[in-house]
């Protein structure tokens, strides 16, 4: 059975992933500061800031590590450069949760898996030098999974345009900004496939086509069926479009993997609805 450590695991995508995986593998996890998790045996506590995963290696003796932590730079390369380390003495795999926005420079079309990365943001430059970590470990051990804004119910970005629309607080729209976009449900069963199948390289994971900002928000706030309207704050980054996304073109998933923006929509509000 695999034996799975997820390095952040109490984060959005961390959660979700441990609750898709764990009735197939043997899965572990790591919090840092939700204490609810203390009691649960199969979390450890770890602060990417003062611990070394070391202790929790040896004890769980993974064979495949997922990393979705967050942290300071400088805190994350020191935590990556460790269970590289690991994985590369002990045959361990590694799956990093990488990012659309290591290709933010460019504007004018989407990205495909080996396109050169450029970044003019901080965010996506500590992808790329992550992204590099792992491009020097020996192949068929690393997945590079790069991802466009993840949405869903309990995602941060719901919650947010939740807030700023009880809260009556300007929420930002980028009108001339196009993207694929994705949810925890079907990234979950993408990374899921790519587990079980032993899949290796770098794969860009999203939706199959593409929407403008202001478009899938304001498909979101219909739905969302709420009584105050939302304030919007329209940012023009560019005069004209400028493409965030991330398609597939060497390393495919199979077509039922696949899905469409109005999909990720609808699960999200469905999910929503079914919570109230």
């Keep these: 059975m695999i034996r799975v450590l997820i390095m952040g695991g109490s984060g959005f995508l961390g959660r979700a992933l441990f609750k898709e995986l764990h009735p197939y593998m043997d899965v572990y996890a790591t ?143 980028f009108p001339n900004t196009v993207m694929n976009i994705t949810s925890e449900y079907f990234i979950t069963q993408q990374l899921h496939y790519i587990i079980n199948r032993n899949r290796w390289g770098i794969f860009h994971l999203g939706s199959k086509d593409l929407i403008h900002h202001d478009e899938f928000i304001a498909q979101l706030v219909t739905g969302l069926h709420l009584q105050k309207k939302p304030v919007y704050k329209h940012v023009f980054a560019s005069n004209q479009d400028r493409y965030i996304a991330v398609l597939p073109k060497t390393n495919t998933l199979p077509k039922h993997l696949s899905y469409t923006a109005e999909q990720v929509a609808s699960d999200t509000l469905k999910t929503v609805h079914k919570q109230r």
Aim: proline letters at 5%; glycine letters at 2%; one cysteine or more.
């Design 31 to 173: 919090y840092c500061h939700q204490e609810k998790y203390a009691n649960n045996k199969r979390y450890f506590s770890y602060d990417i800031r003062e611990d070394s995963p070391t202790e929790i290696l040896r004890f769980v003796r993974p064979t495949l590590i997922i990393s979705a932590l967050r942290g300071e730079a400088d805190a994350q390369f020191i935590a990556h450069d460790m269970l590289i380390d690991y994985a590369v003495k002990n045959n361990t795999r590694l799956l990093f949760l990488s990012s659309a926005n290591v290709f933010d420079s460019f504007r004018h079309y989407p990205s495909y898996e080996h396109d050169k990365t450029l970044s003019e943001s901080a965010y996506g430059k500590l992808k790329i030098t992550l992204e590099n970590k792992l491009l020097r470990m020996p192949a068929f051990s690393w997945t590079i999974a790069r991802l466009p804004m993840v949405f869903g119910a309990n995602s941060p970005r719901l919650h947010v345009l939740k807030t700023a629309i009880d809260t009556q607080q300007p929420y930002e729209i």
